[in-house]
């Protein structure tokens, strides 16, 4: 009576331990990146970012991760993931131009059928209403 217990302890520890090294190896495969070398300024996000070696990884469904080959600084930016008709092969970088500067809009991984499209926060425009010559009137600002 005893020797069935043990069995079953072994058997489900045997389980956890199989599916433990299945599972870290299917997060190693679902770690992307591309590395770019970009020779121009550009903006991610809100953050302007000098001409450099990047790399780029998704970190996460809705996050990218930009490391500086050469210094090691790395930012994260929320993304819109979403997915396209063909499989890149060697992955790609498309920036906007806007003015005088460049914008990263997307980053399409290698391998894979999903492209990320980079969230663009704006700084929040301010709004302000005048007094108009009424005693009665009102003023109000939106932040």
Do not use: W
């Not at 992955?91 to 059928?113: C, Q, W, Y």
């Not at 499209?117 to 009424?134: N, V, Y």
Request: charged residues 20%; glycine residues 6%.
């Amino acid at each position: 009576m005893k020797r069935i217990p043990s069995i079953l302890i072994k058997s489900l520890v045997t389980i956890f331990i199989g599916s433990g090294a299945l599972a870290v190896g299917l997060h190693a495969q679902s770690n992307v990146a591309i590395t770019a070398t970009i020779p121009f300024p550009f903006t991610a996000g809100t953050q302007m970012v000098a001409p450099g070696t990047y790399r780029f990884s998704q970190t996460s469904p809705f996050e990218v991760s930009v490391l500086n080959v050469k210094t090691g600084d790395m930012e994260i930016f929320a993304v819109h993931p979403d997915s396209q008709r063909t499989f890149e092969q060697r992955g790609r970088l498309i920036f906007r131009k806007a003015a005088d500067s460049r914008i990263l809009n997307e980053v399409h991984f290698p391998g894979t059928e999903t492209f990320c499209e980079l969230i663009e926060r704006r700084p929040p425009r301010r709004m302000e209403a005048k007094q108009s010559s009424t005693a009665n009137s009102m003023s109000s600002t939106q932040r």
